[in-house]
């Protein structure tokens, strides 16, 4: 079947980047982490109908701040079950800095085990058990929520650790939907090897997500439950 979820694709590495990336990073002040006891969670459309959920939790330990994310995905028809997307990824933070991830990936089948940690000054990844190539300490991840993938060349792939580059533009300010009543929101594009649309309310937080999946439907992430 045409897997409905847009793959990530592969990785864009080398000195360049890497450069763009750390300068980036230090030419802009990063989002600050949302306080601790935080949840997010949206409904995943497909089309209008929801397939899923997405969610993510802050917890602080210590100077640590400690962010789960959780995605569950199916389409059925009727009760079989055409397509499945599960992951779940833990991210751990201090001084604004990401120094760890890991994360676990079922795409219809296909498994992804991912670990990034800090060492020597960059992240060291490991996909699948094996090393790739490491990325400057201050690389923002993909899972969305940082504010600070709107200021960076580039953003590592949560599901296989590969680097892709980006493009961010302001679309606007928006009302969007939330579980009480419409927020005020800022509506940002990005473009180039991950292309999504975010919307982050005045206090810094996701309130809604869109993309085309690879058949071109439309997914969205709709906020259902916020602090």
């Not at 982490?33 to 935080?38: A, C, K, Q």
């Not at 961010?168 to 090897?193: C, F, M, N, R, W």
């Amino acid at each position: 079947m045409v897997r409905i979820w847009n793959r990530f694709p592969p990785a864009l590495a080398g000195a360049c980047l890497y450069l763009m990336l750390v300068h980036a990073a230090q030419a802009v002040e990063l989002a600050s982490i949302p306080t601790t006891g935080l949840s997010l969670r949206y409904d995943v459309l497909r089309d209008g109908d929801k397939i899923g959920e997405h969610e993510f939790v802050f917890t602080r330990t210590g100077d640590a701040v400690n962010v789960t994310v959780k995605t569950d995905v199916r389409v059925k028809l009727g009760f079989i079950t055409l397509y499945r997307f599960w992951h779940e990824g833990s991210e751990r933070w201090v001084d604004g800095r990401m120094v760890e991830l890991a994360s676990k990936t079922d795409d219809d089948g296909t498994k992804h085990e991912l670990k990034v940690q800090a060492v020597d000054g960059k992240l060291q990844v490991l996909h699948d058990g094996k090393p790739i190539a490491p990325v400057a300490a201050e690389t923002i991840p993909a899972s969305l929520w940082h504010k600070g993938i709107l200021d960076v060349p580039a953003t590592l792939n949560t599901i296989d650790g590969s680097m892709m580059a980006i493009k961010t533009s302001l679309a606007g300010d928006e009302q969007v939907p939330a579980p009480t009543a419409p927020k005020p929101a800022k509506h940002y594009l990005i473009t180039g090897e991950l292309q999504r649309e975010l919307w982050f309310s005045p206090d810094g937080n996701l309130v809604r997500v869109r993309f085309k999946a690879q058949d071109k439907s439309d997914i969205q992430y709709v906020l259902s439950r916020a602090p």
